[in-house]
Structures are given as structure tokens and as C-alpha cells.
């Protein structure tokens, strides 16, 4: 979501507003020569989970020391893991801390199913801090032809005379061309021929979509935005049926070929967009017939979207707990659902929707499925991660929280702190389900 939960506060308690020009371009290349792997071709079975812990017979409950030294041996020496005890967790502490607070052993099991995923050496790693600005926000788009990430920024002060429709706001995308995982350059995309706010993102043909959350101008909507310079944009949809969209926030592309995205009223809570016309809905669009459909509705904000690996499920979290203002209400939903995708008559529906989890700390935002079906959502405390049954098995913890992230290759995920650009490393078999690379 396009809010500014994650901006700083001064000591008065007023947001920090940081002097910046919005137009960048830096670098720290540090060679000419190019990575020239490419993405390995995406299998369309499911695999199974990496090593994952078996069920054993009660008669096998009791390991023996040899056994308990073996493990420890594979997976204790990592001082980057932390135990989560869960009975103790589960009682009232009287002392508590902060969860967000910087932690010395970011990656937290509260299940032994985690530690395949992270392989024997995980690692955590501050790729870029950059003070000036929130460019690190949403989207999280990988295009593996290019080696290139592409991040939309939270909103930024604008003072030029088009952004007062955008209450003279404005968002920027960032791209990052990678020659190896700390070798990069990076720069502004400055293809855009108006502001359209862009927000979360996806892989879609040789380039992306983008959610363009509109003004009080421009409509909102979907945009194809090409990888390559000069980074040329269509616009794929901007209304249901001639009433605007309020502002489209994430989207994902279905394996036929439609693409789903959320519809919140985030523009309008923070003064960019028109009194909505529409209600908080998730749709499904069909660039080869032009049709647009609601497929879920009553949720207090919808915000992220994705489907498991064989796509009989979709996952959407409700991110009501934040609202555009940065105010947050502890009574609303920080939810992910999940619904059963059902087809009748050659098209699509969605069923049985039913809670899968609930964030305990902060809201769950951009969310993603790795290839073994496990669920990813940034949230207040960073990454949290549950099995396809909904049960968390850890946590990646990122100080200040984390509204999204992005796979890259074998086992390579960034994520997104606002200021700040994070690198993390888990097994090479961990791999997100959309690109599967």
C-alpha cells in the first residue's frame, strides 16, 4: 500500500519530511563486466519442500544425543538463528519486547520446517541506505532477462506545478541492474510521461504492470511499462465498466493470462484521488476479451495478492488496520485471506474464503508463495512466513518493518525498508513461485 506507517517521526511526533530532489542517478559498480546467467526455465509441477522434517511413529519421538548433536551441528552453529519457544510465547510476559526493535539473530524458527528454507547459512545484508528519501517502498518487480529490480518509492515531496492534483506528491520508480548480488547500479526510471503514482507490480511479458493509483486528474488504473529503455508505457485499464477505479494498489498475472489486482481507497484517504465511485473490491482483468469482473468484495482495505504454485488458491491480505492517514485501529482486520479458485464454464471463480492468518505485529502487506507453497508477507516486525496450512513457521526480522519484497535467484529475496534496501540470502531451492528462478 502507497501509506506512511514506516516514515519517521521527530520527537514532536510530526512525520519527517526529508529535503530531496526527486530525480537520481548514483552508482556503485564497481566493474564493467555483466552477470550473464539467465532465469532457469519455471516447471509447472510442484515440488517438494527441501529436506523438509518427516512425521515420525511416538516410538520414534526420542531422539538419541547422537542424533540431537547432529542436528545442532547442521543448523545450531548459525548464530543468525533464534528458537522461538512457542508454549512460552504463548504466556503472558510481563516484561515484553519491542518486536520491532533491532535484533541480533534476525531469522527466527518457530518450526524446524523453516530451516530447509534457509538453507545452512542464511544471511541478512543492508544493500543501500539512503537517507534522503523512502525510495524503497512497494512493487518489488525482478525481470530476470535484465538482471534488473524495479522498487516504487513511498510518496515524496513534489513542488512543481503539474503535482498539485497529487497534493503535490509524487512516486518514483527505482531500478537496480545487477552485475552480481552487491555489484549494481542504479537509477531513476524516468519514463513515465505523467505522474501516476505508482504503487505494487508484477512480471508481465517482456516488462511489468504497475498499479498507477491515478490523481485528482488522471485516472487510476493498470499500466504496462516496458523493461528496457526508454521504458515506454501503455495504459491496459482504467475503469470498471465507465466508473473509475479508486486506487488499484497490487496485482499478479494469472498463468491464462488475466490479471487480478485490489482496489483500495488509500488515494483518496490521502487527498490524491476523487470521492470513490466504487467500493473496496478485488478484480479480474482479461486483456484478450477486455473483460472486468469483481471476484471478492467486504474487506476493510485489500492490499497484496498472489497465488500458491498451482494457482487453486489465491491469498489477499486486508491491511484495514492502516489506514491512509497513518493512523492504525488495532480493532481492524491485519488479515490474510485465502479462497479457493474454482472454475465453471471456462471461467474463474472464487469460494470458501476463509481466515489463513493473522499479522502479530503491524499489518501484512505485499504478499508472495515460494514454490513449496509457503506464504511470505512483509509486515510491522519484517518478513513472516507460514505453511500452506497458515501456521508460522519464522520470521525474518528487518528493523522497522517491511511492506514488501521480491524473489530473485536461488534463494535471494529483497526487501523494502523505506530508506532502506535489504539483501537476503536462504537455501538455494527457496525460490518464489512467480518467476520459480
Not at 533491532?102 to 531469522?107: G, V
Request: net charge neutral.
Amino acid at each position: 500500500m502507497s501509506h506512511l506507517w514506516h516514515r519517521p517521526k521527530t520527537s514532536d511526533g510530526n512525520l519527517l519530511t526529508p529535503g530531496h530532489k526527486v530525480s537520481f542517478s548514483d552508482s556503485s559498480k564497481s566493474s564493467n563486466k555483466r552477470d550473464s546467467g539467465r532465469p532457469s526455465t519455471a516447471s509447472n509441477s510442484r515440488p517438494s519442500s527441501p529436506a523438509a522434517p518427516q512425521p515420525r511413529a511416538a516410538s520414534q519421538q526420542r531422539r538419541s544425543s547422537s542424533t540431537r548433536a547432529s542436528s545442532q551441528q547442521i543448523w545450531g552453529d548459525n548464530r543468525n538463528f533464534q528458537r522461538i519457544n512457542r508454549q512460552s510465547e504463548a504466556l503472558w510476559q510481563s516484561t515484553l519486547v519491542s518486536p520491532t526493535a533491532p535484533q541480533p539473530k534476525p531469522f527466527l524458527i518457530y518450526h524446524d520446517s523453516f530451516l530447509p528454507l534457509l538453507g545452512p547459512n542464511p544471511t541478512l545484508q543492508l544493500l543501500i541506505h539512503d537517507p534522503r528519501a523512502p525510495y524503497f517502498h512497494e512493487a518489488g518487480v525482478f525481470h530476470p532477462p535484465t538482471n534488473t529490480l524495479f522498487i516504487t518509492s513511498n510518496q515524496l515531496e513534489d513542488s512543481s506545478p503539474d503535482a498539485v492534483t497529487t497534493r503535490n506528491k509524487t512516486i518514483v520508480i527505482t531500478k537496480i541492474e545487477f552485475f552480481s548480488p552487491t555489484d549494481f547500479t542504479r537509477d531513476k526510471v524516468r519514463c513515465p510521461e505523467r505522474n501516476y503514482m505508482a504503487n505494487g507490480g508484477t512480471n508481465y511479458r517482456d516488462g511489468l504492470i504497475i498499479c498507477a493509483q491515478g490523481s485528482l486528474r488522471e485516472p487510476s488504473g493498470l499500466i504496462y511499462m516496458e523493461a528496457k529503455r526508454p521504458h515506454k508505457t501503455t495504459t491496459l485499464l482504467n475503469n470498471y465498466h465507465s466508473r473509475p477505479f479508486n486506487s488499484p494498489n497490487d496485482v499478479v498475472v494469472h498463468s491464462d493470462g488475466s490479471i487480478w489486482f485490489t482496489d483500495p481507497i488509500y488515494g483518496y484517504e490521502q487527498g490524491f484521488r476523487p470521492k470513490p465511485q466504487l467500493p473496496q473490491l478485488v478484480y479480474r482483468f482479461d486483456p484478450s476479451t477486455g473483460d472486468i469482473r469483481v471476484v471478492a468484495d467486504g474487506f476493510g482495505r485489500p492490499n497484496g495478492i498472489c497465488f500458491c504454485p498451482d494457482e487453486t488458491t489465491v491469498y489477499i491480505t486486508d491491511t484495514d488496520l492502516i489506514h491512509g492517514d497513518g493512523n492504525t485501529d488495532y480493532r481492524r482486520a491485519a488479515t490474510i485471506y485465502a479462497y479457493s479458485v474454482l472454475w465453471e464454464h471456462d471461467s474463474p471463480y472464487l469460494t470458501n474464503r476463509r481466515v489463513f492468518a493473522y499479522a502479530d505485529t503491524g499489518a501484512p502487506d505485499g504478499i508472495k508463495c515460494d514454490v513449496f507453497g509457503n506464504v511470505y508477507s512483509g509486515c510491522g516486525d519484517g518478513i513472516n512466513i507460514w505453511n500452506p496450512a497458515g501456521m508460522l513457521i519464522g520470521k525474518i526480522q528487518i528493523e522497522g518493518g517491511c511492506a514488501n519484497f521480491c524473489f530473485g535467484r536461488n534463494g535471494e529475496m529483497w526487501c523494502f525498508g523505506e530508506f532502506k534496501l535489504w539483501r537476503v540470502k536462504m537455501g538455494d531451492e527457496t525460490r518464489g513461485a512467480l518467476l520459480g528462478v
